[in-house]
């Protein structure tokens, strides 16, 4: 029997038709009860070739040289003792694979897959194994160029090496039935080897499965696709290709999956696309392709997938998108599109999960059509050019869990909130820099409303709200993340946002707020409990979101787990004394409090904050000393005390060896090698004299005006 598309390797495990699931269990069949029957010792050769290989097994195998081999776990005899299969996948291996291995001169099934096998392959791998149908040797750390095959005869089916350190070009194959070929996450460079397997009037059409992705390929995608007419898959993305897409691969009538995602391809997509009537997901995301989406693409009648974001795509939605009802997911987020957004028909799509619009020039209102998709778990149309209110349609996506329509034109923030309080099931809502200069929403009718029980992404930065910290967020027992920054937010910080038992990240940077570091803050739960912090479900986002760092760039995050426990409250009118209790959140990655009025003594307890990476404490009025004990802080990579009145001595060792003379600039009373004054025996000159109050209102006014950031998110 011929396995026909069948795969071993995780990535490919969606790809595997249900016919040849039972050809999978045949074989395991064939694997568990075949050993029973067969004879009572296996070929000689064939036991002193497995024993040469010498193994380690994370528990040892049942190998030994006084027993039966065709008894042996993982192998498998045939009628005349010869060893078939060799079938260890995830046995906790390691060590090297043996030359010895090519003396297994009957081998068919060679699967070696998920353990930690080390170093090259065997010359003679392909050569000598000339029975060989399936090679799996995925997910271990083998490295080296592979060994060329010179046997034209090859039986090779199944080939997968993918999540391995190759490297060099991939070389001549000799391999007349093979039907699955990947090499994925490897290092292998040069030029995709279409011709090797792509050949006219060859035996290499039976080719179901290329996997070149994640790679160090270059060069145009070569010409000769065409040639394996039966391909179903074709994946090379995460390389560095250029040129336009081969018009030869549009010829492709089977061809179901298309993915070339993060390469340098450009020019158009190219209207032969549409031909390609098999297709059910198409990739060509973060490349360089220009011009408009083919007019009639609606011809992709089963598209599942159509992600083409972060190119320099032109135009409209083409209204024969509408065709593909199948659709399930539609990215074309960062693009040039234009167009009314509001007069696109989105009722068509039933089964669209993810919606992402965002980065564009798209005008008009929300579109209304939208709330027929009742199959939507996230939503983002950001940063285009729309108008108009939140409507209370929107409640009818009853499974919408993500939804950014951050930097447009949204008016009515009270009745936004009011609607969206109805999404029972929404879980992240950014909403920047929309609603300007409206009221932040704080009445009572909030308060009272029964919403957002599962809400942990919360994100109403830069709309220049006025008012205070509403008092409805002292509800959201689910927020982990909290971005109120870029307002004009008065008042103080409110101490219960200290007992909110999931909130790891808040960003009140700024705003207008006056008063002292609320004590109770140096009590939040996930940020000095570890049995609170691993109680914190920190799951995949639906979509990812952007946030700017501090040098301008943004920084993308697919995962809770990936966001630092951050505590921003810098550029605002703060003051008093930073509590001693800060030592107590020992979870914190970033603390930020630059740009306010404190005063006292920097609190020794800082230094509990062992996994502190960030600490900005720049621009406040803090006296006394740099506690030496800060040197301790391992893992700190920025740190600035610039313009305060602190004197004496700059500690050193540890980290602050790194840190340069910005980060203790204007204290005229310190000295050290990181100062001007390198010799603390000089007299030191007078202390600075601040404005207080007036100096942070000025660079908070200063700071909004001109869009200076140091965390705001952007999706």
């Not at 060799?86 to 081998?107: E, K, Q």
């Not at 971005?483 to 409110?494: E, V």
Request: proline letters at 5%; one cysteine or more.
């Amino acid at each position: 029997m011929k396995p026909n598309k069948v795969t071993f390797s995780k990535d490919m495990k969606n790809d595997v038709p249900t016919t040849l699931l039972i050809f999978l269990c045949q074989w395991v069949f064939i694997m568990l009860f075949l050993p029973c029957c067969a004879s009572a010792s296996c070929d000689q050769v064939d036991r002193d070739a497995l024993l040469s290989l010498d193994f380690k097994a994370s528990s040892p195998l049942n190998w030994s040289a006084s027993s039966d081999c065709c008894l042996w776990e993982g192998i498998l005899c045939g009628p005349d003792d010869r060893v078939l299969h060799l079938w260890l996948p995830g046995r906790g291996l390691s060590g090297s694979v043996s030359p010895a291995i090519t003396n297994l001169t009957y081998l068919t099934h060679l699967n070696l897959s998920q353990n930690t096998l080390l170093g090259v392959l065997p010359d003679g791998l392909f050569s000598s194994l000339f029975h060989l149908q399936v090679l799996d040797l995925s997910f271990n750390r083998l490295n080296g160029h592979l060994p060329v095959s010179s046997n034209e005869a090859s039986k090779l089916q199944i080939v997968d090496l993918s999540s391995n350190y190759f490297n060099g070009t991939i070389p001549s194959v000799a391999s007349g039935s093979l039907s699955i070929f990947n090499v994925s996450k490897n290092s292998f460079a040069g030029s995709i080897p279409i011709s090797v397997f792509c050949k006219n009037g060859s035996n290499h059409n039976n080719l179901t499965f290329m996997d070149f992705s994640f790679n160090r390929f270059t060069d145009p995608i070569p010409t000769g696709l065409a040639s394996c007419s039966k391909l179903q898959i074709f994946r090379a993305g995460f390389n560095a290709l250029s040129g336009h897409l081969p018009d030869d691969i549009f010829g492709l009538a089977d061809l179901q999956q298309l993915s070339l995602p993060v390469n340098r391809l450009s020019g158009p997509i190219g209207n032969g696309i549409v031909g390609l009537t098999n297709l059910k997901i198409l990739e060509l995301y973060s490349n360089q392709l220009v011009g408009d989406i083919p007019s009639q693409i609606g011809n992709l009648v089963r598209l599942e997938k159509l992600v083409l974001h972060s190119n320099n795509l032109t135009g409209a939605i083409p209204p024969s998108l509408n065709n593909c009802t199948n659709l399930s997911t539609l990215n074309l987020r960062v693009n040039n599109l234009t167009g009314e957004l509001s007069a696109f028909n989105f009722s068509t799509f039933q089964l669209l999960t993810t919606l992402d619009l965002g980065n564009n020039n798209f005008t008009g209102k929300l579109p209304q059509s939208l709330y027929s998709c009742k199959s939507l778990t996230a939503i983002r149309l950001a940063s285009n050019n729309l108008q108009g209110q939140i409507l209370p349609e929107i409640v009818a996506l009853e499974s919408l869990a993500f939804l950014s329509i951050s930097n447009n034109n949204l008016t009515n923030a009270t009745g936004a909130f009011m609607v969206l309080m109805g999404c029972k099931n929404l879980t992240t809502l950014v909403l920047t820099k929309s609603f300007l200069l409206e009221t932040l929403p704080n009445d009572e009718s909030l308060a009272d409303l029964d919403g957002f029980h599962k809400l942990q992404v919360l994100a109403i930065g830069g709309c220049k709200f006025t008012g205070q910290v509403p008092t409805w967020i002292a509800k959201l027992k689910s927020l982990q993340v909290l971005d109120l920054a870029f307002n004009l937010i008065t008042g103080s910080i409110p101490g219960w946002l200290g007992s909110l038992p999931k909130l790891f990240y808040m960003d009140l940077s700024n705003n207008l707020l006056t008063g002292g570091f609320p004590e109770e803050l140096c009590r939040m739960p996930s940020l000095t409990s570890k049995e609170a912090d691993d109680k914190v479900e920190r799951s995949y986002l639906e979509l990812p979101v952007s946030v700017m760092s501090r040098n301008g760039t943004d920084q993308q995050y697919n995962h809770f787990s990936q966001l630092p426990p951050t505590l921003y409250l810098g550029w605002n009118s703060l003051s008093g004394n930073i509590p001693i209790e800060i030592g107590q959140l020992k979870f914190l990655h970033e603390l930020d409090l630059s740009h306010n009025n404190f005063s006292g003594s920097i609190p020794v307890q800082i230094s509990n904050l062992s996994n502190l990476e960030k600490l900005d404490l720049s621009y406040n009025h803090l006296s006394g000393a740099i506690p030496a004990s800060l040197t301790a802080l391992n893992f700190l990579s920025f740190f600035s005390i610039a313009y305060n009145d602190l004197q004496g001595f700059v500690p050193s060792g540890g980290q602050f060896s790194t840190f340069t003379i910005s980060s203790f600039e204007g204290n005229p009373r310190l000295c050290g090698y990181q100062t001007a004054q390198q010799s603390c025996s000089l007299s030191p000159p007078s202390p600075p004299v601040f404005a207080g109050t007036q100096r942070s209102s000025n660079k908070i006014l200063t700071a909004l005006i001109f869009g200076i950031t140091f965390s705001i998110f952007l999706v």
